[in-house]
C-alpha cells in the first residue's frame, strides 16, 4: 500500500476515532462532525451579516480609518460585539473550512463525481484565507503594517510591480485602503461563485447545520467575544516597521514559516514560501486527478433494452445519466427515440440505477444484477433493525 493510502487510511481513524466520541455526547443527528460543511456554510453568511454592519461605520482612508474601527468598537452601541461577532464569526469559518476540508479528503469523499466539489472547495479554502487576511488590513494598526510587509515580501519586495499592485503605488497612500476594502467585500462575492459551483453536482446538499446545533455554535461565539473583547493595536505608522504581529495563529503559518526561514535563506525565504504555497495548492487541485483510481466498475447501459423511461436519470444522485437521441444502427425497445447515457467521471458506481431501472438495461460490470438487488435488500433489512447504524457503502 502506497505512503499516500497510509496516510489517508490514518486519517480515516482518526476522524472514526472522532466521531464516536462526539455521538457519546450528542444525539447522532445533532453530532457537528456531520454538518461541517454546512456549519462553514452558516458562518460564511453570519460573517457577512456582521460585516454589513461593520461597513456601515467604516472610513477607508489613512487618516481615519483606524479611528472608523475604534468609533464603532467605543461608542456605536452594540458595536463592540458586532466587531468580536464579525471577527470570531470569521476565525470560526476558517477552523470549520479546514476541519470540513479534512474529513472530506481522509474519508475518500473528493474523487470522481465529487471533484468538482474539491477542487471549488481549494479555491474556497484559499478564498477564506484571503479574506481573513484581508479584515486585518482595514483596522490600520500596526499589525495591519506588519501583514502588508510581510505579504510584500512574500511577492518579491516593496518595488516589485506585485508589490506595488498591492498597495496601489510606490508607497502607501488612501487608495491602499480602498483597494483593501474592495478586496475584502470582492472575495465574499467571488465565493458565492464557487459555492454554486461546489453544489452543483452535490444531490440534496445539507448547507445548514440544525436549529439546535446552530444555536449552541452561534453561542460559543458570543461567549468567546465576551471573555475576549477585540481590540486594535497601536495605530499604523508606514515610517515605523513594528516588532510583533498578534494575527490568529491559523491566519499566521504562512507568515511564521517565512519569518523562521530567514535565518537560513535571509529574504528569499518570503518569495520562497510563496511559491511553496502556490505549489501545495496546485497539487491539491491536482489530487482527485492524481489519485482517482480505477473506472472498472461504472455501469452500462445495454441500448438493445433500453427504452428511454428516464427512470435511472431521475434516481441518479450525481447526474451521471443523460438521455441522447438512439444513435443510428441500434434498436432500441420503445419509440421515444432516447435512450440513456452514463457519464463515467461522474459515475459513483452505486448501482442505484441498476435497482431503478424496470426492464434491466443497465448493468454494474463487476456484479450481475441479482448480486446488486441482494446486496440492497441486505441493507434494508439492517435498517430497519433497531439502534443498528447502517455504514456508509
Ligand atoms: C467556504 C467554504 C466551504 C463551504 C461553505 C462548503 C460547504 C459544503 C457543503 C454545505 C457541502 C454539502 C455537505 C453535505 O451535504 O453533506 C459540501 C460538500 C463538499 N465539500 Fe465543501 N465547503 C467549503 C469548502 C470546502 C473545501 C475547502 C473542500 C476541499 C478542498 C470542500 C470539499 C467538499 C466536497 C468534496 C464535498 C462533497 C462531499 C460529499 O459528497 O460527501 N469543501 N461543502
Ligand atoms: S451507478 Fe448509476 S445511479 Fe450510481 S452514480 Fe453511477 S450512474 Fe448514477
Ligand atoms: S431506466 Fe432503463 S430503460 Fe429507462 S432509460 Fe434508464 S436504462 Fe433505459
Known amino acids: 500500500?502506497?505512503?499516500?493510502?497510509?496516510?489517508?487510511?490514518?486519517?480515516?481513524?482518526?476522524?472514526?476515532?472522532?466521531?464516536?466520541?462526539?455521538?457519546?455526547?450528542?444525539?447522532?443527528?445533532?453530532?457537528?462532525?456531520?454538518?461541517?460543511?454546512?456549519?462553514?456554510?452558516?458562518?460564511?453568511?453570519?460573517?457577512?451579516?456582521?460585516?454589513?454592519?461593520?461597513?456601515?461605520?467604516?472610513?477607508?482612508s489613512l487618516e481615519d480609518a483606524y479611528h472608523s474601527v475604534e468609533y464603532l468598537t467605543q461608542k456605536v452601541p452594540y458595536g463592540q460585539a458586532v466587531?468580536?461577532?464579525?471577527?470570531?464569526?470569521?476565525?470560526?469559518?476558517?477552523?470549520?473550512?479546514?476541519?470540513?476540508?479534512?474529513?472530506?479528503?481522509?474519508?475518500?469523499?473528493?474523487?470522481?463525481?465529487?471533484?468538482?466539489?474539491?477542487?471549488?472547495?481549494?479555491?474556497?479554502?484559499?478564498l477564506t484565507l484571503l479574506m481573513g487576511v484581508s479584515g486585518y488590513l482595514l483596522v490600520w494598526d500596526e499589525r495591519s503594517l506588519m501583514l502588508i510587509r510581510m505579504t510584500q515580501w512574500m511577492v518579491g519586495g516593496e518595488h516589485?510591480?506585485?508589490?506595488?499592485?498591492?498597495?496601489?503605488?510606490?508607497?502607501?497612500?488612501?487608495?491602499?485602503?480602498?483597494?483593501?476594502?474592495?478586496?475584502?467585500?470582492?472575495?465574499?462575492?467571488?465565493?458565492?461563485?464557487?459555492?454554486?459551483?461546489?453544489?452543483?453536482?452535490?444531490?440534496?446538499?445539507?448547507?445548514?447545520?440544525?436549529?439546535?446545533?446552530?444555536?449552541?455554535?452561534?453561542?460559543?461565539?458570543?461567549?468567546?467575544?465576551?471573555?475576549?473583547?477585540?481590540?486594535?493595536?497601536?495605530?499604523?505608522?508606514?515610517?515605523?516597521?513594528?516588532?510583533?504581529?498578534?494575527?490568529?495563529?491559523?491566519?499566521?503559518?504562512?507568515?511564521?514559516?517565512?519569518?523562521?526561514?530567514?535565518?537560513?535563506?535571509?529574504?528569499?525565504?518570503?518569495?520562497?514560501?510563496c511559491l511553496v504555497l502556490v505549489a501545495i495548492s496546485v497539487l491539491l487541485f491536482a489530487l482527485p486527478y492524481l489519485t482517482q483510481g480505477s473506472y472498472l466498475n461504472v455501469v452500462k447501459v445495454i441500448p438493445e433494452k433500453c427504452t428511454g423511461c428516464e427512470y435511472c436519470a431521475i434516481d441518479c444522485h450525481a447526474n451521471a445519466i443523460r438521455m441522447i437521441p438512439t444513435p443510428p444502427g441500434i434498436k432500441a425497445r420503445g419509440g421515444k427515440g432516447i435512450i440513456a447515457e452514463i457519464l463515467p467521471t461522474r459515475c459513483a458506481e452505486c448501482g442505484i440505477c441498476v435497482g431503478a431501472c424496470p426492464f434491466g438495461a443497465i448493468e454494474l460490470p463487476l456484479f450481475t444484477e441479482d448480486q446488486v438487488v441482494a446486496r440492497i435488500q441486505e441493507i434494508t433489512a439492517r435498517a430497519k433493525q433497531p439502534q443498528q447504524p447502517v455504514a456508509a457503502e
Not at 23 to 46: A, E, T
Not at 165 to 192: A, E, Q, S
Not at 247 to 255: A, K, S
Open 1 to 60: 500500500m502506497s505512503v499516500y493510502n497510509k496516510t489517508v487510511n490514518l486519517g480515516w481513524r482518526i476522524w472514526s476515532w472522532v466521531d464516536d466520541k462526539f455521538n457519546r455526547l450528542y444525539p447522532q443527528d445533532y453530532n457537528p462532525m456531520y454538518y461541517l460543511g454546512g456549519i462553514s456554510n452558516l458562518f460564511f453568511w453570519f460573517v457577512i451579516g456582521t460585516g454589513i454592519v461593520l461597513f456601515l461605520y467604516y472610513k477607508p
Open 83 to 126: 466587531r468580536g461577532l464579525h471577527r470570531y464569526g470569521a476565525d470560526a469559518m476558517l477552523v470549520f473550512v479546514v476541519l470540513h476540508w479534512l474529513r472530506v479528503w481522509w474519508t475518500d469523499r473528493y474523487r470522481k463525481f465529487r471533484s468538482l466539489a474539491w477542487i471549488s472547495g481549494v479555491v474556497l479554502l484559499v
Open 160 to 273: 516589485t510591480w506585485l508589490g506595488k499592485l498591492l498597495v496601489g503605488g510606490d508607497k502607501i497612500t488612501d487608495y491602499t485602503l480602498t483597494r483593501f476594502l474592495f478586496f475584502h467585500i470582492g472575495v465574499p462575492f467571488l465565493m458565492l461563485f464557487f459555492l454554486w459551483m461546489h453544489y452543483i453536482r452535490i444531490n440534496r446538499p445539507v448547507v445548514y447545520p440544525p436549529a439546535l446545533l446552530t444555536l449552541q455554535l452561534f453561542g460559543i461565539v458570543f461567549v468567546a467575544c465576551y471573555l475576549f473583547p477585540t481590540v486594535s493595536m497601536a495605530p499604523a505608522n508606514p515610517e515605523q516597521m513594528p516588532q510583533a504581529m498578534l494575527v490568529d495563529w491559523f491566519y499566521q503559518w504562512g507568515y511564521v514559516g517565512a519569518a523562521w526561514l530567514q535565518q537560513f535563506l535571509g529574504h528569499a525565504a518570503y518569495p520562497i514560501t
